[in-house]
């Protein structure tokens, strides 16, 4: 405890909504006095989200983004889940692939970007493995981390109570790693949302990522350049929101130490 | 209540688990660090055996080679007359409180060890093992939300209710508060006299060792021998002011050293 009360139900809406507003006038004000004639100010952002909106590309875009990154995302999560749980049982594998993926961990997905188009040419699979390489690291890791953390306490229950090896894994090493995968699991999500964008500058011809390359190039059209990038802003959150919710499942929220 | 009745010397008991010859030594940077020296000991079918000795002396080891958990450097540990080569669920190791498990609610950790059975049996068991313990109203509660000495007791319920022959408890209310460590005390000796397991508890507590057990095994610092092993004659209920019971408590006292006075 702190001793802060906490607070009231109005003022947790008022003060961001204030600092949102006063960011808002901040940039509208800044475009008026220095008389830019490229940035938009936020009255013309608004106006070019809204004709977005009308030709009916928004939502094509977006899908296509969605799409890409849940088919990366995806078997990031279906390969790297797997094979984290199996290296953190068998640390001595383990010790065999490690300096390996930490050399290729800290890569950026965007340096991969002339490989990725090599092995799948300019198209969607490029964008997919693209992300999926942003993804898979990140979630090996927390596999393996989580795996190792489990307190010798709750193996040796689960040994005490017959089990055997897989259903070790399945009943104990699992659930009690389930936390900490959790937050792999959230990040390579963030960081899938990043470079979804970026490939689909490169690789693609549709999606956010492209939305704003394309509004650029054919008449720098900024106000839409700024409408995608507040757009991908707001699906990334809402991205984010949406997984956070998992973590307050009861099985797991024993994991995250809030505050009682 | 009744009469407390005159112990009869526990006649000819089968022997449940022997400790033969036992040493355990760990090796650490090419040092030899010895933990347990020649420990013989036998303890009888239902017999409640204290553990007694200085923190850090080797008890938990002792417990733990028991278990199945590590094998001794030589000599061998026996249940029923076969030797002990790993964990078992018909001996049942409880730790401090910190061995249950936070995924799973109050109803699935006591019945974690149970999923071989059909639910029609399973669940009874659970709801039996939940009284026993008086965890009643908190079937789907998460441990997070119980207080030590409910897990204490949950972690109790879930050994209990894959009906081990033997529970090896380890300092299992050393980190409880002293009235709610008394209270634990009473529930654990009502639960042993009515499911007559073999008990074997290690505490470094002597009051708590006299309370509980039919013989207290004393054991020296590291590394550890058996120092001596005291048979407590006193029936449950205890009364802890009479004067065997502060008699057998001094001579323990004595035993380790310690003069009974602050």
Same mark, same amino acid.
């Given at each position: 405890m702190n001793g802060f009360s906490q607070p009231a139900r109005w003022e947790r809406f008022f003060w961001p909504m204030l600092a949102s507003a006063l960011l808002l006038a901040l940039w509208h004000y800044s475009v008026r006095w220095s008389g830019t004639r490229v940035f938009p100010s936020p009255v013309e952002v608004e106006k070019g989200m809204a004709e977005l909106l009308r030709h009916h590309v928004l939502w094509g875009d977006i899908v296509d983004s969605l799409r890409r990154v849940a088919l990366g995302y995806g078997a990031a999560v279906l390969i790297g889940v797997p094979l984290g749980l199996t290296l953190g049982w068998y640390p001595a594998a383990n010790q065999v692939v490690n300096p390996v993926m930490q050399i290729l961990r800290p890569i950026s997905p965007i340096a991969w970007i002339p490989v990725a188009i090599i092995f799948f040419g300019i198209g969607d699979g490029a964008a997919v493995f693209l992300i999926?390489?942003?993804?898979?690291?990140?979630?090996?890791?927390?596999? *393996?981390?989580?795996?190792?953390?489990?307190?010798?306490?709750?193996?040796?229950?689960?040994?005490?109570?017959?089990?055997?090896?897989?259903?070790?894994?399945?009943?104990?090493?699992?659930?009690?790693?389930?936390?900490? %995968?959790?937050?792999?699991?959230?990040?390579?999500?963030? *960081?899938a949302w990043l470079v979804v964008v970026a490939a689909e500058m490169i690789a693609v011809d549709s999606g956010l990522g492209f939305l704003v390359i394309d509004s650029r190039n054919s008449g720098k059209r900024y106000d839409l350049v700024v409408a995608a990038i507040l757009l991908i802003g707001v699906i990334g959150l809402a991205l984010d929101v949406a997984f956070r919710r998992l973590e307050k499942l009861r099985s797991v929220r024993w994991g995250f130490r809030l505050e009682s | 209540m009744a009469q407390a009745q005159p112990i009869v010397a526990p006649a000819v008991v089968r022997t449940k688990l022997s400790v033969d010859r036992v040493s355990v030594a760990f090796e650490r940077d090419g040092k030899r660090t010895e933990v347990l020296r020649d420990i013989d000991l036998e303890v009888g079918d239902g017999e409640f055996v204290c553990l007694l000795g200085p923190s850090g002396c080797g008890k938990t080891t002792l417990l733990n080679a028991m278990a199945g958990f590590l094998s001794p450097s030589s000599g061998a540990i026996r249940v029923d007359g076969e030797t =002990?080569?790993?964990?078992?669920?018909?001996?049942?190791?409880? &730790?401090? #409180?910190?061995?249950? &498990?936070?995924?799973?609610?109050? #109803?699935?950790?006591? @019945? &974690? @060890?149970?999923?071989?059975?059909?639910?029609?049996?399973?669940?009874?068991?659970?709801?039996?093992?939940?009284?026993?313990?008086?965890?009643?109203?908190? #079937?789907?509660?998460?441990?997070?939300?119980?207080? @030590?000495?409910?897990?204490?007791?949950?972690?109790?319920?879930?050994?209990?209710?894959?009906?081990?022959?033997?529970?090896?408890?380890?300092?299992?209310?050393?980190?409880? $508060?002293? %009235? +709610?460590?008394?209270?634990?005390?009473? #529930?654990?000796?009502?639960?042993?006299?009515?499911?007559?397991?073999? *008990?074997?508890?290690? +505490?470094? $507590?002597?009051?708590?060792?006299?309370?509980?057990? $039919?013989? =207290? =095994?004393?054991?020296?610092?590291?590394?550890?021998r058996i120092q001596e092993i005291v048979t407590i004659d006193i029936a449950h209920p205890r009364d802890i002011s009479s004067p065997r019971y502060l008699d057998l408590r001094d001579g323990i006292f004595q035993q380790i050293g310690l003069a009974h006075k602050l």
């Open positions: 999926f390489l942003g993804a898979f690291f990140p979630i090996v890791v927390a596999c *393996i981390n989580g795996v190792a953390n489990v307190p010798s306490v709750y193996r040796r229950a689960g040994r005490n109570f017959g089990l055997t090896p897989p259903q070790l894994l399945a009943k104990v090493l699992f659930p009690a790693a389930l936390p900490q %995968i959790l937050v792999g699991l959230r990040i390579a999500l963030g *960081i | =002990v080569r790993g964990p078992d669920p018909r001996r049942i190791f409880v &730790f401090q #409180e910190r061995g249950v &498990f936070p995924w799973l609610t109050v #109803e699935g950790n006591i @019945g &974690f @060890g149970l999923s071989k059975l059909p639910k029609t049996e399973r669940d009874p068991r659970i709801a039996h093992y939940i009284r026993m313990v008086g965890l009643q109203g908190f #079937e789907k509660t998460y441990p997070q939300e119980l207080s @030590g000495g409910m897990k204490q007791r949950l972690e109790v319920a879930r050994a209990l209710a894959v009906n081990p022959d033997m529970l090896l408890l380890d300092e299992p209310f050393g980190a409880l $508060d002293s %009235i +709610t460590r008394l209270g634990l005390r009473a #529930e654990l000796l009502r639960i042993w006299e009515a499911e007559r397991k073999t *008990i074997i508890f290690v +505490t470094h $507590d002597i009051d708590e060792a006299v309370q509980l057990a $039919d013989r =207290v =095994v004393v054991m020296s610092a590291r590394p550890a």
